[in-house]
């Protein structure tokens, strides 16, 4: 692959630019220098606890790893039968099946796992697969509530393991030329960035509850959840418009577009902001995520904005994107930097003297590939802090899950977050939270 | 948020531990009057009119018209009812719990929504007086044996939102049903009162065996140490029906 940089490799980049990107505040010492965990000399062992929609994508990633010798693909999980056996026939000979990703957690042959389950058992398979000191590559959003997301971070740290998020525009081009230009100016003190997005769909044709069908575990697939009767609506991809499990477009490509966001205004420390959104409420159906929603978001010192526009001022040509709107000018990104190209400015920029460079991995062409694999060099370098680790994961998804939260209670937010917690608010607070259904639980 | 129902110069809430310690709400028949109710309700009141709400809360807007919204035929009127529903406040709580047992599942979403946003505009900072009013209903309706149980479920994650100490015994009370147990375990996990967690460890000492487990992992999660009862959570129970691939 051509690259018009030297390639840098994130622990040398890690290593090189903390003091400059203030990226100590990330990294605790002495993690730079730890050494490789358990496999990371040789093939990755690998699990997948999640195989419908964008689990059958890891899959194949996974599938191409392991034609490299790079991993051995050793379990397979999910709580739909059918999706597993689809996942068992793409897979061929070799993994082992299972409906209960606890058997997973169990075998201690397995070196990492790949979580691609609805959002409300992301952050339960994460600590436990953390708590057997596996490696996680995990969906976004990291998490469902701020509570969970914080006990990511802490599983992560206390043993020892990788927790990537799969927000992959920190290792796509379109991300890292866009957040290459506008860290360097090139359209000056960027003061606001707003995004657009289509609206989250609407139940059109609401049906009433019903057993689940054959193979599905339904009382697997509510997890944490408290329980309900089954209702076609909520799967096997409807899980996204519902607040409680999905939480809509803000969570799944506001997770991307904030992720790639924040690192390109180099925002990921500005973690203390106020949150104010609103929306129209879907007239029908089971599904309630806001049909359309605005959300601000306000960060001090640097001052900036950022707002979530469902469906926002459209200034690009593709369905979704975002607009960095600065002192010189304004960059547009379509998407969110992944399976688009930047904007042919952003490409063309040059870096002025004594400018900053960023982090960038070109090991795949394909953007997916190329998160995995930046996945899998943290491990082998140690360092343990992929592109989107899952601090990093767990602070977009803050603003995900706080947008959500001022638009269920209909208010302004202050959300301090070195504290973790909204200001002055005794039941938002109560909300960053939710208490799990035994015994799927943190 | 729509403030129009407030009064321009709220007075003061009463002290939360006054708001706890007052007795139980019952909005509901005279037939299922507890006692101490009635002396809550008129505290209620007289606060509600203090801060410029009794209108809100109680007179002004009747809650029929809106329930008789909610339950039409019209889905713009009714929606726009349901994003108007906090004007209505406490009075409404009941009319519209008893309408999401009405067999239309839309009728019945659409005033679960209508319920929801009652209690997270009642829930505001500064609003104990209304959020009181609120809980005072709920904590009577989740204790109405006759109700769905998937109502009262929902009823009781409402209420987890906006508790207080007063809604401890009632919800306490539901660990003995088998059916609402677990979410009744999880609301008084939510609960910040003090008088939660001792109802989570009086259960422990009394609940099924079975039951015990679950209650430990709330007792642990509020930072108490417990004995025996390790966790289920890492327990692989489900078997898959797929073979691997020979």
């Known amino acids: 692959m051509n690259s018009p940089v030297k390639r840098i490799s994130r622990r040398d980049f890690l290593k090189s630019s903390a003091v400059t990107i203030g990226i ?59 999706r597993l056996e689809a996942a068992v026939e793409n897979a061929g000979a070799g993994p082992t099946p299972y409906r209960d990703y606890r058997y997973i957690i169990e075998r201690k042959d397995i070196d990492a796992v790949v979580i691609a389950t609805p959002d409300h058992w992301h952050a339960v398979q994460t600590v436990h697969a953390c708590q057997s000191g596996k490696h996680v590559y995990v969906e976004k959003p990291a998490s469902v509530t701020v509570r969970e997301g914080q006990a990511m971070v802490a599983a992560a740290r206390t043993n020892k393991v990788a927790v990537q998020v799969g927000a992959q525009a920190r290792t796509a081009k379109g991300g890292w030329y866009t957040c290459r230009a506008i860290r360097n100016g090139i359209v000056g003190k960027v003061t606001r960035v707003s995004c657009w997005h289509y609206a989250n769909p609407v139940d059109e044709k609401p049906v009433a509850d019903s057993p689940p069908p054959e193979g599905l575990d339904w009382d697997l697939w ?142 795949y062409e394909d953007f997916n590939m190329n998160h995995k694999a930046d996945w899998f060099r943290s491990i082998r370098e140690g360092h343990l802090r992929p592109a989107v680790d899952i601090e990093i994961g767990h602070r977009t998804a803050t603003l995900c899950n706080l947008g959500n939260l001022s638009y269920i209670l209909g208010r302004k937010l202050v959300w301090d977050g070195q504290k973790q917690e909204v200001v002055g608010d005794e039941q938002a607070n109560r909300l960053l939270s939710r208490p799990q259904r035994y015994p799927y639980v943190l | 948020m729509n403030d129009t129902l407030r009064t321009s110069s709220p007075q003061p809430s009463p002290p939360e531990e006054e708001r706890e310690s007052t007795p139980a709400l019952d909005d509901s028949p005279s037939e299922r009057t507890v006692a101490g109710c009635s002396r809550f309700a008129s505290r209620v009141m007289l606060l509600a009119a203090a801060e410029g709400t009794v209108s809100a809360a109680e007179g002004a807007k009747q809650p029929e018209e809106l329930v008789a ?22 009075a409404a709580v009941r009319p519209l719990a ?43 309706l989740i204790s109405e044996g006759e109700r769905a149980v998937q109502l009262r479920r929902d009823l009781l994650w409402m209420l987890s ?52 487990f679950a209650l430990a992992d709330s007792l642990r999660a509020r930072g108490e140490k417990v004995e025996g009862y390790p966790s289920r959570k890492l327990v692989a129970t489900k078997q898959t029906t797929v073979t691997p691939k020979k």
């Open chain 1, 24 to 82: 100590l505040n990330l990294v605790p010492s002495g993690v730079l220098a730890r050494p490789g965990q358990p496999g990371a000399n040789g093939r990755f062992v690998i699990a997948h606890i999640g195989v419908g929609g964008m689990g059958m994508t890891h899959l194949t990633n996974m599938l191409r790893f392991q034609k490299e010798e790079k991993v051995r693909i050793a379990a397979l999980c999910d709580a739909d039968d059918n």
């Open chain 1, 222 to 363: 509510l997890g944490p959840l408290p329980w309900r009767p089954h209702n076609v609506r909520y799967q096997p991809a409807n899980f996204r418009w519902f607040l409680e499990s999905g939480g809509g477009q803000i969570r799944d490509r506001g997770a991307h577009q904030f992720s790639t966001i924040l690192w390109s205004m180099n925002a990921d420390n500005q973690v203390s902001f106020t949150v104010e959104a609103t929306g129209k409420a879907p007239t029908r159906g089971l599904w309630d995520c806001p049909v359309d929603m605005n959300v601000v978001y306000q960060f001090k010192n640097p001052d900036w904005t950022l707002e979530w526009g469902q469906p926002g001022n459209k200034v690009g040509q593709t369905e979704f994107g975002n607009v960095f709107w600065g002192t010189n000018g304004k960059l547009v990104l379509e998407w969110e930097g992944g399976y688009r190209p930047a904007n042919p400015e952003a490409i063309n920029f040059k870096l002025p003297p004594g400018g900053q460079e960023v982090y960038r991995t070109d090991e």
């Open chain 2, 69 to 90: 919204t909610l339950t039409g035929t019209d889905e713009a009127a009714a929606a726009a009812a349901c994003d108007a529903a906090p004007e209505y406040g406490a």
């Open chain 2, 98 to 140: 008893l309408a999401m047992a009405n067999p239309d599942f839309e009728v019945a979403r659409r005033c679960k929504r209508a319920l929801y946003r009652i209690v997270r505009q009642a829930g505001r900072p500064g609003a104990k007086t209304e959020a009181a009013a609120v809980e005072a209903k709920l904590v009577t």
């Open chain 2, 161 to 212: 939102e906006i508790g207080s100490a007063r809604a401890v015994p009632p919800v306490a009370a539901l660990l003995a049903d088998k059916e609402l147990r677990e979410d009744a375990r999880c609301v008084l996990t939510r609960l910040p009162s003090p008088k939660a967690l001792v109802a989570l460890r009086k259960a422990f000492k009394t609940a099924p065996e079975d039951f015990r």
